[in-house]
Structure formats: structure tokens, C-alpha cells
């Protein structure tokens, strides 16, 4: 079984500072490519970074030059930097590990909260 915890999140002023953590442990060789996505209230979840093995990264419009994706091979972890928080940007981030589709693969961890607030 393969286990995805996430950690990081908290509360921070708006164009705070996050980094969040994704530890993945249990019968997986190798993270391929890995996904940050976040649901918020009454949201549907969604993808906001993606990275893939030739560390080739994407990002939603809506954190584009804010967030950045990256990934420790050897750690078995996937990380998210947050800058320039807003306030919408506060949701439960969760991440999972993605076939060659773009689909998570794993159940999901519990995620971890982002409360982005004055």
C-alpha cells in the first residue's frame, strides 16, 4: 500500500509563504510525476501543479509564477512552494502521485490546510 502525507499548511497573511510537503511512502519504486491539487468549500477538487520525470512542470492559470512544484527523488517527496498567497487561495491541498493519463493513482491522504487570511 502506498500512503501519501501531506504537510506544511497553516495560517498566513495574504503574500505570505508556504511550503507545503507531500511524504510518499510504501510500495512505490519511483515517483514519476506527482500532483499538488486543492479543493476549497463547495469546490471540486483541482489540479494547481503537476510535475513529470523530466521535471517538466505545469501550473493552474490561477498560481502560475506564484507556486512552484518539485520533487526529491531519493526522499520519495513532492514539495510546493507558495508565495504570494491570497486569500483564494485558501483550500485542503492534497497531492498524489499520476499515471500517463494525468490521473492520481493513489487514495487520497488527508491533506493539509491552507488558511490564507488577515
Known amino acids: 500500500q502506498v500512503q501519501l502525507v501531506e504537510s506544511g499548511g497553516g495560517l498566513v497573511q495574504p503574500g505570505g509563504s508556504l511550503r507545503l510537503s507531500c511524504a510518499v511512502s510504501?510500495?512505490?519504486?519511483?515517483?514519476?510525476?506527482a500532483g499538488w491539487y486543492r479543493q476549497a468549500p463547495g469546490k471540486q477538487r483541482e489540479l494547481v501543479a503537476s510535475?513529470?520525470?523530466?521535471?517538466?512542470?505545469n501550473y493552474a492559470d490561477s498560481v502560475k509564477g506564484r507556486f512552484a512544484i518539485s520533487r526529491d527523488y531519493a526522499k520519495k517527496a513532492v514539495y510546493l512552494q507558495m508565495n504570494s498567497l491570497k486569500p483564494e487561495d485558501t483550500a485542503v491541498y492534497y497531492c498524489?502521485?499520476?499515471?500517463?493519463?494525468?490521473?492520481?493513482?493513489?487514495?487520497w491522504g488527508q491533506g493539509t490546510q491552507v488558511t490564507v487570511s488577515s
Open positions: 510535475i513529470l520525470g523530466d521535471d517538466m512542470t
Open positions: 498524489n502521485v499520476r499515471n500517463v493519463d494525468g490521473l492520481p493513482i493513489y487514495d
Open positions: 510504501g510500495s512505490i519504486f519511483n515517483i514519476y510525476a
